[in-house]
Nanobody, 129 residues
């Protein structure tokens, strides 16, 4: 069974830092692009950050650029999202996602929900003001 498991969410205050982790199970994701998405109530799931298979390319949404950092450790089949200087508008469920070899250029970064094939259950991040 192939699945992803996020961890590290919680309740923090504005200006704090938080580190999310995403562990992959059931297959090796070392050659696939990975991403983090956020979903808030009443809002469609939106792209936050993405990383290529080797970490050589990263892409960030404008509203997190300079505050969040995405990373990965292929030896651990794990991706991370370091969230610094968090704001109340960062609140939401954060999902980890991985592309599969069924997708074109699966090793590369993508920003669209439809270009990711494996998803975790999400972890809640709440930022109080």
């Amino acid at each position: 069974q192939v699945y992803l498991e996020e961890s590290g969410g919680g309740l923090v205050q504005a200006g704090d830092s938080l580190r999310l982790s995403c562990q992959g199970f059931g297959r090796n994701f070392a050659t696939a692009g990975m991403g983090w998405f956020r979903q808030a109530p009443g809002i469609e799931r939106e792209f936050v950050a993405g990383i290529s298979w080797d970490g050589g390319a990263t892409v960030y949404a404008d509203h997190v650029q300079g505050r969040f950092t995405i990373g990965r450790d292929n030896s651990l089949n794990t991706a991370y999202l370091q969230m610094n200087s968090v704001k109340p508008e960062d609140t939401g469920f954060y999902y980890c996602a991985v592309r599969s070899s069924a997708s074109g250029n699966w090793w590369d970064v993508r920003t669209s929900v439809s270009e990711y094939d494996y998803w975790g259950q999400g972890t809640q991040v709440t930022v109080s003001s």
